[in-house]
T-cell receptor, first 115, second 112 residues
Framework: KAGVTQTPRYLIKTRGQQVTLSCSPISGHRSVSWYQQTPGQGLQFLFEYFSETQRNKGNFPGRFSGRQFSNSRSEMNVSTLELGDSALYLC??????????????FGPGTRLTVL | AQSVTQPDIHITVSEGASLELRCNYSYGATPYLFWYVQSPGQGLQLLLKYFSGDTLVQGIKGFEAEFKRSQSSFNLRKPSVHWSDAAEYFCAVGDDGNKLVFGAGTILRVKS
């Protein structure tokens, strides 16, 4: 069974641009979460989607948004990029519903660099 | 709000020596607790998890962790470390909202 895939793996943007990151969950998984990882702030929860609905949101500005499609694939978008948005963005998927035994499977991440 | 503290930023152990990584959590209810490992440039791999029941949980790669409610701790242990265990280790607590709150991580170095 294929794992969580994230595209692209690396991305370089300039300040003010916007970016879209993609996450394909494990087949059959209906829930997707996004996390931002930076050296200064560590791993921080961005948002979580289940069946195309955002169920939970972390403490990030409105420039960060996401969505989930009917096939459970998810995208996150960051508009008006700032230097501080440079980070590794991780996507995690699991079966769905409530936290099902904590089996959140993480993708390799997308490394975003903002210049 | 829940929080996780990993007091050790770096730990260096000799290959073959035992390992213990510390984790303390703050959470009002019964916590869901996890240990993840991250190799450079990679995502997170789940080592083990605790939900309820036996307080000593076994994970992959020979790791185990013990949940101690009285100390709000969930320390990770391994009896004999291998060079391939060098990585960053994260303790996390999960809430009912499917959100994981992570500690700052502990970087493990293994010297030969």
């Amino acid at each position: 069974k294929a794992g969580v895939t994230q595209t692209p793996r690396y991305l370089i943007k300039t300040r003010g641009q916007q970016v879209t990151l993609s996450c394909s969950p494990i087949s059959g998984h209906r829930s997707v979460s996004w996390y931002q990882q930076t050296p200064g702030q560590g791993l921080q929860f961005l948002f979580e989607y289940f069946s195309e609905t955002q169920r939970n949101k972390g403490n990030f500005p409105g420039r960060f948004s996401g969505r989930q499609f009917s096939n459970s694939r998810s995208e996150m978008n960051v508009s008006t990029l700032e230097l501080g948005d440079s980070a590794l963005y991780l996507c995690a998927s699991w079966g769905g519903g409530r936290l099902v035994k904590g089996e959140q499977f993480f993708g390799p991440g997308t490394r975003l660099t903002v210049l | 709000a829940q929080s996780v503290t990993q007091p050790d930023i770096h730990i260096t152990v000799s290959e073959g020596a035992s390992l213990e990584l510390r984790c303390n959590y703050s959470y009002g209810a019964t916590p869901y607790l996890f240990w993840y490992v991250q190799s450079p440039g990679q995502g997170l791999q789940l080592l083990l998890k605790y939900f309820s029941g036996d307080t000593l949980v076994q994970g992959i790669k020979g790791f185990e962790a013990e949940f101690k409610r009285s100390q709000s701790s969930f320390n990770l242990r391994k009896p004999s470390v291998h060079w391939s265990d060098a990585a960053e280790y994260f303790c996390a607590v999960g809430d009912d909202g499917n959100k994981l709150v992570f500690g700052a991580g502990t970087i493990l170095r293994v010297k030969s």
